[in-house]
């Protein structure tokens, strides 16, 4: 594990509100990273959640509260220990995809040596290798998303902060990255996801947090964000009519089961003993906590 300067926390965002006129981005948004952990920043278009990564970061300013890296006020010697993918990606086209990842890493203080070392290390742990030569206007969308987190993550950073890294790459090329992003984890990587994919999130992250018109909405564990948000879901196999069970609000079709999602205070003892009583043939009944996307929908209301 790191040792932080000032303490165990890579990152420590303390109260933050910023404002733009009269609107606020983001108000009274608070949250820690610590080593090895992955944090899940979620929200919908527009809730704060960039604005809070660039306070982090020190790209903009706080109008009230702070930001410390490693347990300090940001300062230059951070820039080699972060790792930042934003949305608006940028790489030189004209350059191979090698030649972008040693030149970016001359960036984070690198020899060329080792930029060298390290970018042909990067492409092989992406499965990029065979299309290291290639310029970059050559490749596909989802190759130079790949070339990007290498540029992003190929100097060893402490902090990674990635910004809908898994735009635009298809399910091999997911698979990749959740490789690289495991290893830098156990090595003590400290990672902020930002993501509209929930299911990344529920797979990835330890702990979640969700912003809704610039305020904190949820914190936490992931699972204690779960088993709180006052919903579960039955997952049920069953022959009969499902319709109008006591205390389901929503019933969804899922395949080979059905998904019945309780409202709050539901008890799933009467929705069984209802099928029961309809003679309704119970093959299985599941109860599982809400979904990620469940709780998001619940809590700001938008279609993800």
Do not use: W
């Not at 890296?69 to 090698?98: K, N």
């Amino acid at each position: 594990m790191i040792h932080t300067a000032a303490g165990s926390f890579v990152a420590e965002v303390e109260g933050v509100r910023k404002s733009y006129g009269a609107a606020d981005a983001v108000r009274d948004v608070s949250f820690t990273l610590s080593p090895g952990e992955v944090l899940g920043l979620v929200g919908p278009n527009g809730a704060g959640k960039t604005t809070t990564i660039r306070i982090a970061l020190d790209i903009i300013r706080p109008d009230a509260g702070r930001a410390l890296l490693f347990g300090e006020p940001f300062h230059d010697g951070h820039r080699a220990l972060i790792g930042y993918l934003p949305e608006e990606r940028g790489l030189y086209r004209g350059l191979t995809a090698r030649r972008n990842l040693q030149y970016f890493g001359t960036l984070k203080g690198l020899t060329r040596a080792d930029a060298k070392s390290k970018a042909a290390d990067t492409l092989d742990a992406l499965g990029m290798s065979e299309h290291a030569d290639k310029k970059m206007s050559e490749l596909s969308r989802g190759m130079g998303q790949l070339v990007q987190l290498g540029a992003t993550a190929l100097h060893g950073p402490k902090l990674l902060i990635l910004d809908e890294p898994f735009s635009g790459l298809d399910p091999v090329n997911v698979r990749m990255v959740k490789g690289l992003l495991s290893r830098m984890r156990s090595e003590g990587t400290a990672i902020a996801l930002s993501t509209h994919q929930m299911n990344q999130v529920e797979e990835l992250c330890d702990r979640v947090l969700m912003i809704n018109k610039g305020e904190v909405v949820l914190y936490g564990a992931l699972d204690e964000v779960r088993s709180s948000a006052g919903q579960s879901s039955i997952f049920v196999e069953a022959d009969g009519d499902l319709r109008g069970l006591p205390g389901v609000a929503r019933i969804h079709d899922r395949g080979s089961r059905v998904e019945l999602t309780l409202e709050p205070g539901g008890d799933r003892r009467r929705a069984l003993a209802a099928l029961v009583e309809r003679g309704a043939d119970v093959r299985s009944f599941q109860v599982a906590a809400p979904s990620l996307e469940q709780i998001f929908i619940e809590k700001v209301g938008a279609a993800i």
